[in-house]
């Protein structure tokens, strides 16, 4: 089969071993392509959002931080993309971004992104009408202090228009790396996530 060509099939039931050995060759090609997807969707939230900084502006001076704190390349991956989920489910994005990252990163930052809205809140909650204390709930969770300090350290003082941040093209071959289709798990095993 070329690229050009489909499945027979109208009911994956009804699919053939090379039908799906067809398939898998597009699949790859496709999570080869990923990242450079995922530094397209950065590129897309280069907009005027209504803080001082773009939502991209926001999430490289996050990441810089990060990186100029002395983070591991996973984690200043997972800053930069912390916010990805703005452009996908702006209801509920730190889990659309959790979920993008998960097969690719530890638990600890998979935990971390997908819950950082809810720590976030801590800082202006109060202003809309929500209570700035939800994250207690977290309170006996082993990643708790973790997820404060992201917030603390990352994502909360990154709005300042004067920090100077690295730019985008400085944080793609992290982004490519730790979006790598060889840090994906074999089929079964569990994903990076979920150990």
């Known amino acids: 089969m070329t690229p050009t060509e489909t499945v027979r099939f109208t009911r994956m039931s009804d699919g053939t071993a090379e039908e799906y050995a067809f398939l898998g060759r597009i699949e790859s090609a496709e999570l080869e392509r990923f990242p450079d997807r995922v530094l397209d969707w950065l590129r897309q939230m280069d907009v005027p959002s209504g803080y001082q900084v773009t939502r991209l502006g926001?999430?490289?001076?996050?990441?810089?931080?990060?990186?100029?704190?002395?983070?591991?390349?996973?984690?200043?991956?997972?800053?930069?993309?912390?916010?990805?989920?703005?452009?996908?489910?702006?209801?509920?994005?730190?889990e659309v971004a959790a979920a993008l990252l998960r097969p690719y990163v530890s638990e600890r930052n998979y935990w971390i992104v997908k819950h950082h809205g809810v720590f976030q809140g801590a800082y202006y909650f109060h202003h809309i009408g929500q209570d700035p204390a939800e994250r207690e709930q977290f309170r006996d969770h082993p990643l708790y202090q973790a997820t404060v300090d992201f917030c603390a350290h990352y994502d909360q003082n990154s709005f300042d228009p004067n920090y100077p941040s690295e730019p985008l093209e400085f944080f793609a071959p992290m982004v490519r790396r730790i979006l790598s289709p060889t840090r994906l798990p074999e089929p079964g095993a569990r994903p990076v996530g979920e150990g």
């Open 58 to 94: 926001h999430c490289l001076q996050a990441a810089t931080r990060a990186h100029r704190a002395g983070e591991d390349e996973e984690t200043v991956v997972c800053v930069l993309l912390h916010d990805i989920g703005d452009i996908l489910a702006p209801a509920n994005h730190s």
